[in-house]
């Protein structure tokens, strides 16, 4: 079953960070976005940081723009840097992967959960004192 692989999560105190790592297990990221979400409980599933396929375009929610960065070393891992984390980041986070592959001279990137597919099971990230 080719699902991503999410991992990283813990319990961190308020201004502390967190690197989450998503590996393809199954199939290879190498030509497709990937994007980062997290659903906290009662709460809907938000996009968080999605790249593109060469790592070039990148978009983030507003909630988390300067503190989080998206990266990828392209085939098989992608990563979520997390700094400066607050209450209100504690969620269960996941990744998925675009269904098709991007063109390379793709302008804009979307970060909607419904544009992604192949999620993993989520690593759950806590932040409080």
């Known amino acids: 079953q080719p699902q991503a692989v999410e991992s990283g999560g813990g319990l961190v105190q308020p201004g502390g960070s967190l690197r989450l790592s998503c590996a393809a297990s199954?199939?290879?990221?190498?030509?497709?976005?990937v994007g980062w979400f997290r659903q906290a409980p009662g709460k809907e599933r938000e996009g968080v940081a999605c790249?593109?396929?060469?790592?070039?375009?990148t978009t983030y929610a507003d909630s988390v723009k300067g503190r989080f960065t998206v990266s990828r070393d392209n085939a098989k891992t992608v990563y979520l840097q997390m700094d400066s984390l607050k209450p209100e980041d504690t969620a269960v986070y996941y990744c998925?992967?675009?269904?098709?592959?991007?063109?390379?001279?793709?302008?804009?990137?979307?970060?909607?959960?419904?544009?992604?597919?192949?999620w993993g099971q989520g690593t759950q990230v806590t932040v409080s004192s």
């Open positions: 790249i593109s396929r060469t790592g070039a375009l």
């Open positions: 199954g199939f290879t990221f190498r030509d497709y976005g």
């Open positions: 998925a992967r675009t269904p098709n592959r991007q063109i390379l001279t793709l302008t804009s990137i979307s970060c909607a959960s419904a544009d992604y597919t192949y």
